[in-house]
């Protein structure tokens, strides 16, 4: 045997190639990945279920169930798609939003969107994906009238002195989004999670660099829960009622037809965004 010939010290029988480095480094002891488990882990024989095929597959793969891409695919679409006639009465009669859809096959949004396009239905603009954030819609204790006036005021203080009541333009493949948002800032966290308490919504972190203070960001997006918190609060507003009236006017229009005709934004609404912007300009 030649001295540069080697075989794997793991009893896999296996021969080890030699290569380039190997003659100023010496040739390893087992081929790689053979010594830290002794012994490589024998596989395991299955059967897809698709085409009868048998398949092997390492200890780590052992919950997979077919043998390729192709005939996982099959079997999705075979058990789940249903006929062009049912997504049609769930969508436009039932008036069901995509995700609702999706919940009710056991899937996702995305092969939703698939299906619709298989059978060329057509998608009502904001009817789909903009309905989707309703899903985690979770009433506050201001909406469910469990906030005493003590925390209502607290809530009015806090928009009206650390808050901002605004639209944000967004560009969307190649069309212009309004986002209403309100949202409030506040370097003490315990103020920030006691507004949760009350109004729900996302919170947010920003780590700043000493001396200056780490800030808290509490974000409310969602339409419909920011139709119903304007709604109990913008006649409580001092500096902030205004925008407070509008953006709630704003939210009401599009909950009340706008995004389920799927239709633009109207000529009132593009004005909202102009007086709200120009409210909320920094210096006046």
Not at 131 to 150: G, R, S, T, W
Not at 269 to 275: C, L, S, V
């Amino acid at each position: 045997m030649n001295d540069l010939t080697k075989y794997c010290n793991c009893g896999c029988g296996q021969k080890i190639e030699t290569k380039r480095h190997h003659k100023y480094y010496g040739i390893p002891n087992y081929i790689s990945g053979h010594n830290l488990f002794g012994k490589p882990k024998p596989k395991i024989n299955k059967v897809c279920p698709i085409c009868n095929k048998e398949f092997a597959v390492p200890p780590s793969l052992s919950k997979r169930i077919f043998c390729s891409r192709n005939c996982a695919k099959d079997h999705i679409w075979k058990l789940k798609i249903p006929t062009k006639d049912e997504l049609e009465r769930l969508y436009n009669i039932e008036k069901m939003p995509l995700y609702k859809i999706a919940k009710k096959f056991g899937l996702s949004t995305t092969p939703i969107y698939r299906w619709f396009k298989y059978y060329n239905i057509s998608i009502k603009r904001g009817f789909g994906r903009t309905m989707n954030v309703y899903q985690n819609y979770i009433p506050n204790k201001l909406i469910e009238n469990k906030a005493n006036d003590f925390e209502i005021g607290y809530i009015c203080g806090l928009i009206d002195g650390e808050g901002c009541i605004g639209l944000y333009k967004q560009k969307n493949k190649g069309y212009v989004v309004l986002r209403p948002r309100i949202s409030i800032y506040n370097t003490n966290h315990e103020v920030i999670y006691y507004a949760v308490s009350i109004l729900g919504g996302k919170v947010e972190y920003a780590k700043k660099q000493s001396p200056e203070r780490d800030i808290y960001l509490l974000r409310l997006s969602n339409t419909k829960l920011l139709m119903e918190i304007l709604f109990r609060i913008k006649d409580k507003l001092i500096i902030k009622k205004q925008q407070a009236e509008l953006l709630f006017e704003f939210c009401q229009s599009r909950l009340n037809g706008a995004m389920e005709r799927g239709i633009g934004y109207t000529e009132r609404e593009m004005q909202i965004y102009d007086k709200i912007k120009i409210l909320n300009k920094r210096g006046k």
